[in-house]
T-cell receptor, first 116, second 117 residues
């Protein structure tokens, strides 16, 4: 079955420190992979995506992610975290073709706190 | 429009009342999705519309929940006889139909925060 796992529910880092958020997936072929960010009281905003080509993808706000097929992972990274990066981060994989419908499968999210 | 628009942004209702939540997707997006996000929780899929196809209602939690999409554009999610456990943020998203190639995934609205008192 297709699935997404974000092993870390909460992560706390100091401002200026590096960040890596983990995402592992189960999918029968090369998936489309996405990272979304949700700031408090807001909807989800796309940070970056991967569907083919260079396995290291750059996104907005200084984020990047690397697709590793052998590890079924798509971890999100940022070299230096800013206080404004405190938010919830969701990894998604798809499309999940079920019953004639294509949907994304979302992980449970990782809540990031940033200490000054 | 430029983005996915949801209204109202906040709704407080009394237990037992019906509520309607509205979603206006990005122009040209044929797919529309509703999700529910309870406090501190992840995304719970509710319903999916794709063009003129029958909607995927597999995520609706009970028959008190229904949704329609008129003219392939605006969608309304209706909750009848609201209960306190319906309190959550209801998110709408839209996308182009997936057909392989470069696909941008979903664009989300800012959500409607529903509080049932």
């Amino acid at each position: 079955a297709q699935s997404v796992t974000q092993p870390d529910i909460h992560i706390t880092v100091s401002e200026g420190a590096s960040l890596e958020l983990r995402c592992n997936y189960s999918y029968g072929a090369t998936p489309y992979l996405f990272w979304y960010v949700q700031s408090p009281g807001q909807g989800l905003q796309l940070l970056l995506k991967y569907f083919s080509g260079d396995t290291l993808v750059q996104g907005i706000k200084g984020f990047e992610a690397e697709f590793k097929r052998s590890q079924s992972s798509f971890n999100l990274r940022k070299p230096s975290v800013h206080w404004s990066d405190a938010a919830e981060y969701f990894c998604a994989v798809g499309p999940s073709f079920s019953g004639g419908y294509n949907k994304l499968i979302f992980g449970a999210g990782t809540r990031l706190a940033v200490h000054p | 429009g430029a983005g996915v628009s949801q209204s109202p942004s906040n709704k407080v209702t009394e237990k037992g009342k019906d509520v309607e939540l509205r979603c206006d997707p990005i122009s040209g997006h044929t797919a529309l999705y509703w999700y529910r996000q309870s406090l501190g929780q992840g995304l719970e899929f509710l319903i999916y519309f794709q063009g003129n196809s029958a909607p995927d209602k597999s995520g609706l939690p009970s028959d008190r929940f229904s949704a329609e999409r008129t003219g392939g554009s605006v969608s309304t999610l209706t909750i009848q006889r609201t209960q306190q456990e319906d309190s959550a943020v209801y998110l709408c998203a839209s996308s182009l139909e997936f057909s392989g190639g470069d696909w941008d995934g979903y664009t989300f609205g800012s959500g409607t925060r529903l509080t049932v008192v």
